[in-house]
């Protein structure tokens, strides 16, 4: 995979095999350790929260040491190849850990689970445990049977888990922004995806559910949440009847997004991930409506030919997507919108690669996430079609689509040159302790002189005077 730059990712780079630590009180504490380490997109890593939240509960205290560890797991994804490359040279290192200390507990969670559990548990016995995205909450049953000297596997889907009544622990958290999930599962069959075999079908989280951790995170002094979902446009929660009366009218992704915005005006509300066959005007209406909904909408397009989509089994074509592109520019004009770009996927010709250089170029993308075909096994394309491009056609095709999504990258951020932008202060600079840096609106990054006048979680205005390729650079302005 190949990024442009973007601040929050879905699946950003700097933070894979991250170790999530919280700091707890001790009196809460039974000496137990626990070690996560995550994998994959923002759903994982929100997942893992959900983990730590549970086995806390349980008395365990987290660690940034493996070594030190009495229960280590790590949090996996199956998106692509490499991704199960790392995961398996890493589960290797803690085997190495576990033979000096054996009593050492080591799990795979997540979307490699059901796939790889009999190789992981059976066949390469690098694990004592296996458990799927679903079964979260059994996970102190399944520790206690590894003590008691045997093997663990809940690989189960389930229709109903939400975790909804479970509030997540906020691990390495800058203290301004969260992620609250709002639905699990994919319904979408993709041809080239693994996630509706690995974490089953949709549902959607109870609304009253995510708008109470909403208000709970900005009591706390979040600022901004990110609602997550593998597809949140296809968000509906209808509550069962009562008493055989009516039932309440269903609550849509355009409903919730108002109803978290409503929370307070100075909570920042961002979304991930968009389908194009799902965004309606209505949630377009309800971003443009209010104006702590950020603009900035994740719009993955994969291909930019309608044979390829079809293949794909995206469900639109060519002609959809941009018209979904124009709504989004008719009503939310200055909205920053980046995307998802598969290159050399199954009999894609030139022509066709030609087609997603010239969305590319109709567009105009903020940032893209971009990716060279890997076919994983079990999907639909993996069964139905011939994974005929060759390596070297992929890679220069990602090239030529890397090389415009930088030019466009660029193009972008000199629009937002010259202007006044509200950024909500996430910390400091990475590169210096004596800047700030912040978010804008369209989710660029935006870097300016620290004031101390001004603390992390406080929104300020900052002119935005210069841009290097990635980061708009300003200051501070009354």
Not at 64 to 83: G, H, K, L, P, Q
Not at 87 to 102: C, D, G, Q, Y
Request: with cysteine; net charge negative.
């Amino acid at each position: 995979m190949v990024e442009i730059p973007t601040s929050t990712k879905q699946h950003d780079e700097s933070r894979q095999g991250e170790a999530l630590l919280l700091e707890q009180d001790p009196k809460k504490s039974d000496g137990r350790k626990l070690y996560i380490e995550s994998y994959g997109c923002q759903m994982n890593f929100s997942d893992s929260e959900i983990v730590a939240s549970i086995l806390l509960d349980k008395g365990f205290e987290t660690t940034r040491d493996y070594r030190e560890a009495d229960v280590v797991f790590i949090n996996t994804c199956s998106i692509r190849e490499n991704a199960e490359q790392r995961v398996r040279n890493r589960l290797k290192e803690f085997e190495s850990a576990k033979a000096k200390n054996p009593g050492m507990v080591v799990g795979v969670l997540g979307c490699m689970a059901e796939r790889l559990k009999s190789k992981f548990l059976e066949e390469e016995k690098l694990v004592d445990v296996v458990v799927g995205p679903d079964a979260y909450r059994d996970l102190p049953n399944l520790i206690e049977r590894v003590d008691e000297g045997a093997r663990a596997v809940n690989v189960l889907l389930s229709r109903e888990e939400t975790y909804a009544d479970i509030s997540p622990v906020r691990l390495n958290s800058n203290g301004v922004t969260a992620f609250i999930s709002i639905m699990r599962g994919c319904d979408n069959m993709c041809s080239f995806c693994v996630v509706p075999f690995t974490r089953g079908r949709e549902r959607s989280r109870d609304p009253q559910s995510i708008v109470k951790e909403a208000q709970d995170l900005f009591m706390a002094g979040y600022r901004e949440v990110t609602l997550l979902g593998q597809n949140v446009d296809s968000y509906k929660y209808a509550a069962p009847a009562t008493d055989g009366g009516e039932p309440e009218p269903a609550i849509n992704f355009a409903k919730l997004l108002e109803m978290v915005a409503r929370v307070n005006p100075l909570l920042r509300v961002r979304f991930s991930t968009s389908h194009p066959k799902d965004i309606t005007d209505e949630v377009l209406h309800t971003i443009a409506r209010y104006e702590n909904i950020c603009k900035y909408i994740h719009l993955p397009v994969q291909s930019g030919n309608s044979r390829v989509l079809e293949l794909m089994n995206r469900t639109y074509d060519r002609e959809w997507y941009m018209e979904r592109v124009d709504a989004i520019r008719r009503i939310i004009p200055e909205c920053g919108i980046s995307t998802d770009v598969i290159t050399g996927f199954c009999s894609e010709t030139e022509e066709e690669h030609r087609d997603t250089l010239a969305m590319m170029d109709y567009v105009k993308y903020d940032y893209a996430y971009m990716f060279a075909y890997s076919e994983r096994p079990g999907t639909l394309a993996a069964k139905r079609y011939a994974d005929d491009i060759p390596e070297e056609v992929k890679k220069r095709r990602l090239t030529e689509v890397v090389d415009k999504q930088r030019e466009h990258s660029l193009g972008r951020l000199q629009t937002y040159v010259g202007k006044v932008h509200k950024v909500l202060i996430e910390g400091l600079s990475k590169r210096s302790d004596q800047d700030y840096c912040g978010r804008n609106d369209q989710n660029s990054m935006v870097v300016f002189p620290a004031d101390t006048r001004y603390k992390v979680g406080d929104y300020v205005n900052v002119y935005t005077d210069r841009c290097t390729s990635a980061t708009l650079i300003g200051r501070i302005v009354d």
